[in-house]
């Protein structure tokens, strides 16, 4: 079993900057694909990047390509995600996930079997 503890999430202001982390434990992740994804009350949780075991293969939503950055040092058994440019709109929790069923990463938040707790992402207008 793998536990997936999400952190740096906070308030920001439009326009700002955050990092968030995916520190992996119980199991190395370096052979999995991981994801990003993000949810608000009342909604589904949505896609919003992924990456694959060697990092060579990246999805992005397209609400976020050219903004957010997915990546990940298989030697501290972490993943990022870098988010800039941040809107209103991308306040959400933010929760990781790792699919130790296959390399790649997946859109398909049914697909991965590892998530995180989440951490929220406030950004004001």
């Known amino acids: 079993q793998v536990q997936l503890v999400e952190s740096g999430g906070g308030l920001v202001e439009a326009g700002g900057s955050l990092t968030l982390s995916c520190a992996a434990s119980g199991r190395t992740v370096s052979r999995y694909g991981m994801g990003w994804f993000r949810q608000v009350p009342g909604k589904e949780r949505d896609f919003v990047a992924s990456?694959?075991?060697?990092?060579?293969?990246?999805y992005y939503a397209d609400s976020v390509k050219g903004r957010f950055t997915i990546s990940r040092d298989n030697a501290k058994n972490t993943m990022y995600l870098q988010m800039a440019r941040l809107k209103p709109e991308d306040t959400a929790v933010y929760y990781c996930a790792a699919d130790t069923t296959a390399r790649l990463g997946t859109v398909v938040a049914g697909l991965y079997d590892n998530w995180g707790q989440g951490t929220q992402v406030t950004v004001s207008s």
């Open positions: 990456i694959s075991w060697d990092s060579r293969i990246t």
